[in-house]
């Protein structure tokens, strides 16, 4: 499946994407992870991008569609892909619907997770992710701690509170969503390939959905 996964940051547009990524061997493209995987890595990238991600910024669209352009001609992108946190600007919309169109890549959908603010900061705020860069396996100290604590499950790293998850931060990220991102719920909608899905319950929910709709396409 080609797949877009729209929603604010929390929504579980990364838990959503593991998930189905496991169903049909589509791969997980989430730039979030590309771009803290350049930071700790320590890469020229990452040493620009470092100050905008603490501050829960966006990267310019410029380095983000770089990246992109080059991700989608993997090899593993063959399969399918499931963008998790890109695009995130109309410009990158527009930018991906020309990059798609030249690669002769049709979308099947775009997602978007719907949830309430209020559950998207209680998420945020008890989120924990492996700081392993290869990994950045997702915990939360409520609903899905890892088993043994700050310790990831999977690796055997340890389990962090990201930079961009401090409550000054996350305030920011939302904002800069409901700005510059949530836009593209109209955009997608527009182009007629919009599924919103009410996301606040289990992701067996959201699967539910997105297979009903890929199935009746
Ligand atoms: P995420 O893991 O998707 O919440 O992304 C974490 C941070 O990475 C964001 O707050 C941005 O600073 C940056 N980022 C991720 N994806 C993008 C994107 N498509 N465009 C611009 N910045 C991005």
């Known amino acids: 499946m080609k797949l877009i996964l729209l929603g604010a940051p929390g ?12 169903m049909d061997g589509s791969v997980q493209i989430s730039t979030g992870d590309i771009l803290r995987g350049a930071v700790t890595a320590g890469t020229e990238l990452g040493k620009q991008i470092e100050s905008l991600m603490k501050s829960g910024d966006l990267v310019p669209d410029e380095l983000i569609m770089d990246i992109m352009e ?10 399918g892909f499931l963008l998790d946190g890109f695009p995130r600007t109309i410009p990158q919309a527009e930018a991906l619907k020309g990059l798609l169109a030249k690669l002769g890549i049709e979308l099947d959908m ?26 950045q ?3 939360n100290v409520k609903s899905n701690p890892s088993r043994q604590a700050g310790i990831c499950d999977k690796c055997g790293s340890p389990v962090i509170q990201r930079d961009d998850e401090t409550a000054e931060a996350i305030s ?5 969503y409901v700005e510059k991102t949530a836009p593209l ?7 007629g390939l919009l599924l919103t899905v009410d996301a606040a319950g289990p992701s067996e929910t959201v699967l ?3 297979g009903a709709k890929l199935a009746a396409a």
């Open 185 to 191: 719920i109209g955009f997608y909608e527009k182009e």
């Open 110 to 135: 775009a997602v978007n997770l719907e949830v309430a603010r209020e559950v998207i900061l209680d998420r945020l705020t008890t989120r924990r992710t492996c700081s392993n860069s290869d990994c």
């Open 172 to 176: 920011h990220r939302l904002q800069t």
């Open 70 to 79: 080059q991700r989608l001609q993997e090899p593993d992108c063959e399969k």
């Open 11 to 22: 929504a579980g547009k990364g838990t959503v994407a593991k998930l189905l990524a496991e």
């Open 208 to 210: 539910a959905a997105i």
């Open 137 to 139: 396996a997702i915990y």
